[in-house]
Structure formats: C-alpha cells, structure tokens
C-alpha cells in the first residue's frame, strides 16, 4: 500500500486517495475546431510510460483536495507531490 | 504412554499432560508441545495420504515448511483447515483430522493411484481434462474430491478478529538470535521497535540449542535478551506472528493468533489479529530452510529433514527414531547425529564428501558415531515406515549410474541438503536473488525498499555471524531513523570450522529416474526428478512454464522444501546452471492466512455502513420491506392486510394519480453551488442554458462525461444570482460532488466555485397527486399555491405548518406535486402533518417500486437503469436539452462517427402483444425463426404492470428504435416461443403533460 504525501495534511496511507490518471492531460480551449482524431487523441490516449509518471490523486477521505504525484510505474517509488494550483512542486532533490 | 518421550530433557511441562485427539484416537502430549511433536512422541508416523499418489506421507519438518502434515483443526464453526501441525500449538481437548484421505490417514482408498502412478505423471491434468472442455465442471469436482483438502466450516464463524494499524521505526521479522540482537541493539538506541516472530516464544533455533553465547548456556543468553527487550517501552513483541506480507512504502502485515494455542472454553477476546505495519527500517531475520535431497523414496514416513530431528530432541524431547542413519552433504546434519547419539538412538552418517565434515567430525567421532563419506543414500527399504536404506559409493558426477549398493537396517533418515535463506520478504519487496556459488543457495540482492537481511536468512549460517549481522543491522536500522546507536559487543561463541557443501540435489540411483523409484522434490503435489525431466522433453524450458505444467511449488506450503531443488534439477536437464534458470515470484501471504483474519471486522452489520432517512423509523413501524440502494435502506412499498408487492403497488399508484401519495425522496443528493463564477462553471457542466434560469426557477438538468455518454441527472434550481441547488440521482450523489470537484481543482482553478454537499442535513418528502396543493393549505403555506404564483418548476422559500422549508413544484410522476425540503431534524414531524393533513384525501405513502412505476408511465429514465455508460442523451431522444449556445462537457463527442451512426440503440416503449410483464434485461430479436446466433437488436431496461393503464408497459433500447414507432420485434423469453412485441413512444401516460401544471 502506497504513503502518498497530500501537500496539505502530509503523508498518508493510498486508502484516504482516489486516482485521477494522467497529470496534464489539459482540455482543448476550443473542441470544436478539433478533428475527430485530434479529439479521440485527448480523449483516450495515455502515456503510459515505464518509469517516471506524472499523475492525479485526491485526498478523497482527508481534505478532497486534487494535487499531483510523480510516480515510478516500476518501482512505485514517489519522487515527491506537487500543487496544481499555484505551480509549485515539493518533489525531492 | 508416549513411547518415543525421552525420559528427560526439552522444553516441555511435564506437570501439564494434554489429551487429544487424532483422526478419533486419543492421544496425549504435554504442554509446550505442537500437535507434531505429540505425535511423534505417540509414534504416529503416518499423517496423511499424499495429492495425487496417495502414498502414505510422516512429518517432514518442524515449522512452516512442513508439507504433509496438514491438519483441519477443532470442531464446528471454529475449526480451521489446512493448518501444519508443526505450526499448532497443542493444548487440552485439541480434535484434529487429517485433510488428505480418507477415511483416515493409515487406510485410503485412493492408494491404487500409486501403483498406477505412471498415468499421474507431468502434465496428467492438462492432458486427461483438456478435452472436451464442456466436461471440465465434471473433472473439477473428481479431482477435489480426491485431492480431499481440509473443509472450511459452513456455520458462520462466530470468533471475533481485528485489524490494528501501526507505526514503528524498525519492524523485525523473526525472533532469532539476528532479530533478537536487531532488537536490543535498535531498542536501546531508542526507535521504536516491534518484533514479531511465528513461535510461541522467541529464540528460533536457539531454543534448546547447547550453545554458549558469551559465558552463559544459550538458553540463559535468550531468557536475559526476551527480558532486557520487554522491559523497554518502546519495544513491541508480538509472538505468535507471522509477518506474512511486505507491500509497497514499508507496508508490512502480520497475522497475529491470539487465542488459537488454548482449548476452546478459554479463548475469549480477539482469536487473530492483522496488524498493518507501516516501518521506516526493517530488519529481515526469518532464518533458513533446510532442503531434503531427492533420492528414491524419499518421502517414506520416517524420512525427515537433520534439523527438524534435532528441533523435536531438543525442545521437545521426542526422539523420532532409534536406529538413525543421518545423509548429508554439509556439516550442520552432524549435529543432528550427536542429538541423536546423545538422546540413545545409534546412529550411521552417510556423507556424500570424499573428506567428510570439519570440527562436527571430530565431536561426532568422540561419540562414537560412524561416519560413511564419500557415500550416498540411494533407495529406502519399507512402505508405511523406514525400515532400511541402500547406501552406495559415489565420486560426485551427478549422471554416474550406481552399480552395487549395501542395506543398512533403520527406522529414521536425517536429512540435509543444506540450507536455503528465507528470502520471501525480501522478494516480496521487490528485492531480486543471486546465487551464491560458494554456499550454493540464493541470498537477497539489493534490498528495493528500506530493508536488509540478516543472520541465515542472508545466507550466515554461523551463530557468531548471525548475532553480529543482528546487531549491526539493528544499529543500523536505527540511526537511518535517527538515532544514536550505541555500539554493542558481539557476545563471543566458540565457532568450529566447517567443510564446503558439496552440491548435490538429485541423488544417483541404479537406474534413470524415469525407471527407478520415484525421487520426489515437492511432497505435496507429488512432483518428481521424472516430472521435471518429462516437461523439459516436451518443451518447456522456462521455469514458470515448468512450475505449472509439474505444479511444483504449487502447494499450501508454496515449495518451501522443493522449490529449490526442482530448479536445480531442471538447470540439470536444461544443461544449465542454477541462476541461469532463475526461481519462480515470491507472492504473499508466506503461510496461509486465514480468510476471517483479513476480514477483521468488516463482517455482519460492520461490512458496510447503512444509511437511514430521518423518516426510516416510521416506515419501519408501517410495515415497509427496505430495498437497498447503495448504502440507503429505501421503503419498498407499504403493505396493508397482506397484500403482496404487485397488490401494493397498484394500490399506491393508482392513490398517487387519483388523489395523493407521499414519497421519502431524502436519498437524492442535494449540492449547493456558489460562488462568483458559477454560472459559468454550471455552463460547463450541464448541456443546457443556465445562465438564461430566471432565480426561482429549476431545470431539468443532464451532465455527460467528456465521452459524450449520460453520467447523472436531476433538477437544478437558481435560488440566487451566484447561488444554485443541484440535485443528483440517490447512487451518483457522491461522484458527482467528486467529479464537479475535480473540473473545479485542475481544469479551471482560476474559477470562484464554492460546492457543499447538503445530503444529509435536508430531508425531502414529495407529495404528488391532484390534492397535493389543497393538503398544503390545508396545513398552512405562508406562500400563495395557485398555478399563476408558484407554477410548475417554481422553488420559494415557506414556512409550511410553522416550519421553515424550501417548496419545489416539480414532478417525477407527471401529476402535480409538491417536494418539500426541510432540515432532516424535523423531516419526521412534517411527515406526520402531512399524514394527518391528508388523511381526509387517502393520503398513501409509496416506496421506491411505485415510484418507478409512475416515472416509467411517463417515460421518465433512470439513469443507471435506463443507461448503462454508452447511452448519449441524443439516444434518449433529450436533443432539446442540449444547447447549441456554448460548450459543454461531452459536447464534442457527440458529433463523433460512433455517436452519429442512425443504428444505435435508442430509448422507446414497448407494449407486449399478451399480458406478459417482460423481464428486465430481455433480449429483443428481429425474427423469431433466425438461425442460432440470432442477431441481437436491443434489451428491455425497464418493466413494469400498469395498474392506471391497465396493462404492462416497458421501456427499452432499441436499434434506430425511434424510427420504428409500430413495428413488431420479439422478446426472447426463456423457455417459451419468442413474443411479439410493439414498439411505441416511450410515454405512456398524458403524452401531452397537462396534469403537472395544473
Ligand atoms: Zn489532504
């Protein structure tokens, strides 16, 4: 069971969180200028990369707060959490 | 009468007989025995029946590796299955059976199996029940009966189990000299320390070892560490606790047994606990396990591992044979033999080394133990008991064919392979193994998370070594946590030398194994040298592929003794070495554990929780049967004089279209919105126009998910300019909050949106029906009610009946209707007015089924019922609720080609051509004669008798349904000719919605 740290109550057990996929997948400003590939693109298509994985968790059972998470998909190690809000990252090193 | 007790000696209470019973015989034992040892010492040599040979099957081993003697254990719905009988502790009154065979263990049917066992070979299973598959259900229930595990209780367990969480700084798995010394060390440098160990009491192989540890007998050393480490305060010691699992961040659990090792009438309290440990440092010092040899026949009863022989002498002063012979290819068997020769049994070792053994020789020699090297055990002599051996020359080349063998006369064989560290933790942390060539075993690699080994299980095997490693991992430990460690003395030990192990796994016999008796590596599956040579010829070559083509390691006891063995027999056949062929995944749990203990408490009325509308006790007390949705107990329907749900139901709807009903609509989740900018991000979540809502006003409102599909619906009321009350369906309350949440915190952040759920603190009771507004009145509104003040989808602020509540005129049911919404602390005395209110009228109070009736009547969707995820609110034919003005969520998906297509399935009504109320979820067919399989082209989603119309209506998806208005499809109803059916518009009843906005 992963420790994820929530940037504002701290380190806390994967039970208190939810995931919410992929970071920065960010919405078209304009979907209707989109081809329908472009659209299927935002829609469905992930990374999904073996290592480093920048990814959504919210503090469901604690603040209900969304903030980022930089995860290994091997190692699950954590480099660290960020805020989405203000840009600010509290990742290690 | 325990015939092989020796007279004194071991860390038994002789002062505390036990009686027991196995398979029905009564049998005693004393206290500080395990039910193995007892049997032992009752000369018990047969305790079960194996797999699939059905050969007669001793105790093997003396703690979790045991892989024949496994036991159901107590009586009742307190019994446990399959628990090694190494592992229980006895106490009085202990019942237990063995799980293999039957009637018993000492006569099986099955044991014709044996003689055939040319047919059990490699792969039998897959190749005798492959085919026909549709016969598997038949195969399965032959093999498991003849497999004949133990049988879990069918009464409902009724023994209490906890989870506990905890923190601690170290975490040290296995209660040795290594772990014990972790301990102090880590315990007086200040972390906090929990130790656990799966014995009853700590000490591993010290316990009865005669060992000194600096100037005092090893005993006295563990008497003083157990008490030094119980006397610190930040020390936890948690015997009788298996740390079966090491998860990802630290995350350790450990299954404690409480009460198991009592007789039944004495436990009270907890019976196990799971601890869930989460540890900045662990120390992993679960020891080493010793590893038989496969020659033929070994596994006759009175075959045994050296170091169980020496565990059952020493601590429990059983002797498990008295004319010995002793097969090693290392040193540590030697001390067995001196066990033996010093409990009474004489004794012969067979070494397979030209040179024998270092120092051990020498104290074997002084008393007077001969000593056979260069020699190896190559058959056992005797069926249901040893009763000799063959010993034959050997150079050391493992394909030589051996020409003349000598008998030796025993009733026991002691045997070592060496030693293998218990890396399972290790592994399961995600740590890698490598082969260590000099002492041919596996020892940990780099640790992956913030753990190290210490003592046998990485691979030290000398007592001097294991105290030191335990030390300076404690240490260690201690100081990445931050503290100050002070150095500790390693106590001194006299420490012999030893001679290398010479590797050996598969032992030469007279024959190939394919024609000898059989060799076996995995007792419990019965995998043999054979098998594993036979799956190699017939291709496979990995060894996960060979693990389960010969199911080794596939028992309860995950190959503990075989695992190892088996990969170096099959690097053998594959030609090469042992770490080229690699082991198979450690997986948790590393013994079985208990299904009750994972559960804890989350059982009975704790497996979930329940919520209850304010108004439940009164329904309760009116006779409702509840129908839960999610969590919610909902009132059902509200039975008078025994009418049954179909009598009730009609009852209420035809009350609630003709005068009034009252409906408990307290489920719905209730959000309030606000905020300098929510309109806009309403906007962006509904499809339709919120900024055009006039304040006062609600709105039927649909959110979609960015896939275009209907997520959740329900009405939206404007109470403000910044201010809104969304209502969602009762099973989406809480994804909707979190899905609103989420657009709000990492999409568009620079929007000013405050949400709070307000589920629980307002309670909402709807009345519907034509004297709604008159009972209202009747009541006292503060509030004018006619049509021309408060119309049809209007929201006011009352006072009704001297309470304070928010009036909505809106209607699930297409008649007129009230919802009031009031705080959920005086919902139950406005329930009652209205009850009283209207009792002149026939006010009837209906429960979830009406409801759906009257809301499928008028062709009004449940969303979940109706859509599935893949229906578009274009499919529901809801066109008109999506805005052309703006973007919303799933809007660009709607004009993807999929959601285009002029075949998808799409909502319409269906009238049955009889008076069949069709089943929910019933295929629709085009033809009723097309050839098998028929195409498919829609379901029905929802079905009901109408007791206002007088006959059954039904809603459906259908494809390109809406075009077809008239046409007939077919219902396809089990067991009887396809139905016609007709499709129509999904209203049903006052198509043209007059009667709500009277
Ligand atoms: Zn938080």
Redesign the interface.
Known sequence: MLLIECPWCGERAETEFSYGGEAGIARPPDPDVLSDAEWADYLFNRSNPRGAHRELWNHAQGCRRWFGVERDTVTYRIAGSFRLSDGSDNREG | MQPQRLPTGGRIDRSKPLSFRFDGRKLEGYAGDTLASALLANGVSIVGRSFKLRRPRGIVGSGAEEPNAIMQIGKGAHAQPNLRATQVELYEGLVARTTKGWPGARFDLGAINDIFGKVFSAGFYYKTFMRPKSWWHLYERFIRASAGFGRAPTETDPDHYEHRNAHCDVLIAGGGPAGLSAALAAGRAGARVILADEQDEFGGSLAGAKRNIGDAPADEWLRRTVESLAALDNVTLLPRSTVFGY?????LAIAERCTDHLPEADRAGVRQRLW?V?AKQVVLAQGAFERPLAFCNNDRPGVMLASAVSQYIRRYAVRPGRRAVVFTNNDSAYETAIDLAEAGSSVVIVDSRADGAGSLGERAAKAGISVIAGHIVTDVVGRRRVRGVRVAGWSGNPSYLVESSIHIDCDLVAVSGGWSPAVHLHSHA?GRNAWDTERHCFVPGEA?QANVSAGACNGKWSLRECLREGIESGRAAASRCGFEAPEIDTPSTSEGHYNPLQPLWRVPADAEPERCPKQFLDFQNDTSVADIRLAVREGYRNVEHVKRYTALGFGTDQGKLGNIIGMAVLAECLGKSIPEVGTTTFRPAYTPVAFAVGAGESVGDLYDPVRKTAVHEWHVAAGAPMENVGQWHRPWYFPRDGEDLHAAVARECVAARQSLGIMDASTLGKIDARGRDVVEFLERIYTHNVGKMKIGRCAYGIMLG??GMVMDDGVMARLGEQRFYLTTTTGGAANVL?WL??WL???W?ELEVFLTSLTDHFSTIAMVGPNSRRVLERIGCTIDLDKDSFPFMAVRDAELGGYPVQLFRVSFSGELAFEINIDSGSALEMWKTVMAAGEEFGVTPYGTETMHVLRAEKGFVIVGQDTDGSVTPVDLGMNWLLSKDK?FLG???L???DCLRSDRKQLVGLLSSDNTVLPEGTQLVEAPGAPVPVPMCGHVTSSYMSACLGHPIALALVAGGRARKGETIYAALPGREPLPVTIAAPVFYDPKGERQHV
């Open positions: 998860y990802d961040h630290n995350f869930r989460r995600g992956a960015e896939d979190a949440e989420a915190q990492t999409e952040p973007d809007k660009r998906s004009a993807r080609p």
